[in-house]
């Protein structure tokens, strides 16, 4: 039953899965060409006081990009079940709620975290031929917030498409925008060092916000 629920996730998701790797690729590899254009031109120097003095990592155009993938994961995931009854088809399963909710959710943050470990581990190789080390840790960690900004965007979005109420629907909204904004309120490198741990914490606990969602959904609140 299990293996059914995780084949039709992928169905839903597989052509968005390949366009927001292409995405990523892309950003990833324009990202790459700007380094490697100001080592070609400058040589490696230049680019070694560029990132020392100035706050710039030249990543910043995949500054939204990991949480626009979120929000578009979650929107191919639920919002057929929502409009086309499928969850309450789904709820009827032989299998305790809470499985099946997990087994949904954990298909998208899995599909996420499989997408964002590979840009990283792109970017990581990529620099370790022109960066040191410490560097390469400046740019990952001023990097890291906007993939965590994904999967926050990815838990808003899930438990507010799976809300049956539209008021709820508004609230989580208008919390889901305040929340995200916090990844964006500064562009300094590295600035979230001291409390990405803890807005990780969060986005991970708002994950479990769907669960409330679908009970809300399963005992007819309108």
Sequence with gaps: MIKAIL???WIKTRYLFLLLAIILVAFTAYCQLRIGKVVSL???AHLWEILLTRDHTFHETMRYVPLFSGILLALFQFVPEMQQKRLKLCLHLPLPQSRIMGTML???VNLLMAL???TYLIIGLY???VLAPELISRILLTMLPWFVAGFAGYAFVAFTVLEPTWRRRLLNVLAGVAFIRIFYLSSYAEAYNQVIVWLL???LA???FSFLSVSRF???VQ
Excluded: M, N, P, W
């Design 218 to 220: 399963k005992d007819g």
């Design 206 to 208: 708002l994950v479990g």
């Design 106 to 108: 954990g298909f998208g």
């Design 42 to 44: 400058r040589g490696a």
């Design 116 to 118: 964002f470990v590979a």
């Design 201 to 203: 914490i969060i986005t």
């Design 7 to 9: 084949y039709k996730e």
């Design 127 to 129: 620099l370790y031929h």
